[in-house]
């Protein structure tokens, strides 16, 4: 384990996300689905590329249960296509603070399906959390922010409630699948499934739209390696807090990209939002830590 090389390529994988969210947005022109479809299907042969180098080519795209995966496969592309939607919609930074509801949702889904115990300091923790998204949303859901705005805040929660569900289906199958078939057989889906919304009208991308839809693949698939590989050098109680470091880079490149400023309701939402995650997040690793130091005791044979 090597805690400092998992946080920088955990940070790293971070950043990439929110350039390929920024490149999505900046190709206004494509439908949502068609985005899914250049992000899944572009990033392919860099995950096929790293698996091949990794020796793990063969052996790390096997299944055991096609199921799991197919439910967490349509629920990450739904969540994935609302996601790209709610981009189009409404600034960058807002949107990311709503996707922060995500650690969140994670902790009512899995009592909901996995059985998992919920004690006062998470119940606690989520209900600061569900605030600070009602206070990142309420501009967007008041009729003075325009039907767009409000549409685009709804989606951008959905997709974030649906992006909880898909990492509950992928706790589940935590020591049963292998992470690198997760990270592949999820791109392969959401490919799949981006072509069944040629229908509702793609466009043939022109000029610079090229480059933003090839590199959102490009870059999403980096962002999947880095990701996979920081778990494989620090826990994951140990890296989450880092995810918040996509709002450092959302308000920077919303605001000199996007000319986005920041308002101070999303400020304190997302304040609100973030310090509920840690709380999660640090609560998660003190009852790790705690049955861990439990189970070693047991085996010492200790009463």
Known sequence: MSPLRGILLFVSAVSLFVVMGSLV???VRIPPGEAVFFRAFCGLPVI?????????????LRVRDWRRHAVRGIAGS??????????????????TAIRFATP???????????????????????AVGLVGVSIVMWPRLSFSGGDAAMLGAV?????????????????????????????????????????LTIPFGWVLPLGIEWVYLIGAGLVGGAGQILITSSYRCADASTLAPFTYVSMIWALIIGYFVFA??????????????????VAIVLRERALGMQQTAERKMAGQGHP
């Open 155 to 195: 989606v951008t929660l959905c997709s974030a409630a649906l992006a909880a569900l898909a990492q509950v289906f992928v706790k589940s199958m935590a020591g049963k699948e292998r992470t690198t078939a997760i990270v592949f057989w999820f791109s392969s889906t959401a490919a799949a499934l981006a072509l």
């Open 48 to 60: 096929c590329v790293w698996l091949a180098v990794r020796g793990e080519l063969g052996a790390g």
């Open 25 to 27: 947005k900046a190709a």
């Open 78 to 95: 739904m969540a994935m296509g609302l996601g790209f939607l709610g981009l189009k919609l409404i600034p960058l930074p807002d949107a």
């Open 260 to 277: 986005e400023v920041p308002t101070l309701p999303m400020l304190a939402g997302a304040a609100l939002v973030i310090a509920a995650g």
């Open 104 to 126: 969140i949702l994670i902790v009512i889904f899995a009592a909901l399906i996995l059985g998992e115990k919920i004690r006062l300091i998470r119940v606690s923790a989520v």
